[in-house]
């Protein structure tokens, strides 16, 4: 196999092998489902869907799941499209990728995700609180959203976090959070065998909201809390060992109550 470089590697492959596990989402959506006994037919519509992997898992997942996956940017949907979608066949009919801001797009589903803290986009209170609204409309009396978080100490000093694929080594890097308004740059890098390097493949500038502020402004947009899933290598881990780690990662889930 041609060894990859700086030259020859697509970003967005790198993305989906080094930071999405959409086993574990669907897992997770499989459990909660289940519990809240969730009609067969299951529409997810997958927010802010960058490649959308995760659509293309669901719909593939079952031949009655549909997912509806809404990005802004048209390069990564042609991607998505080309890579994810298109190969799949009869599942792929089932995927309508929608090229627009989450905000302009009203379809509903059973199930809405905002995942890998595409909602940190949203810097005023005010700002997430309408995206927020806006999901619990998209989403069907007694469907669900899932929406994840990070925090932990190490979260909020500027830090570069490495981890090593067969192909190349994938770094996170954080820049320190600015105290008065929890902004926070972030970047992804990949740095490969023969030395070269993507040097800020992907960039953020978000705010990093703790998990009181989301659960406050979930409950303020209208949703009932199902609870926080710490999410760890081995599956999710209970809260008391979460508050120990240095950095986490954290599932939000809110239920649009059946009769609201
Ligand atoms: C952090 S990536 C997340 C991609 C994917 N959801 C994942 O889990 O890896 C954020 C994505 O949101 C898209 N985006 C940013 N602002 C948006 C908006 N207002 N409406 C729709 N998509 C948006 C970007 O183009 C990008 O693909």
Redo the contacts with the bound molecule.
Sequence with gaps: MKALTARNADRHAL?EIA??RPEVILGLIDELAGMLELPKRRVLR??????A??SAHWAASDAERRAVG????AD?LAWARAHNRDPLGDAARRIELIE????NVRKRADVLVS????HY?YKARSELLGYLKHARRCIKPGGFMVLDAFGGPGSIEASVDRRNFSMFEYQWEQEAINPLTHEIACHIHFRFRNGSKLQRA?S?DWRMWSLPELRELLSEAGFDDLGIYFESEDGFIGDADAVELHAWVAYLVALRHPTG
């Design positions: 993305y930071v999405q997958e927010d802010f869907c960058g490649t992997y995760l809404v990005d802004i940017d990564t627009d801001d989450v905000l995942l890998n803290f595409s986009i992907f953020y």
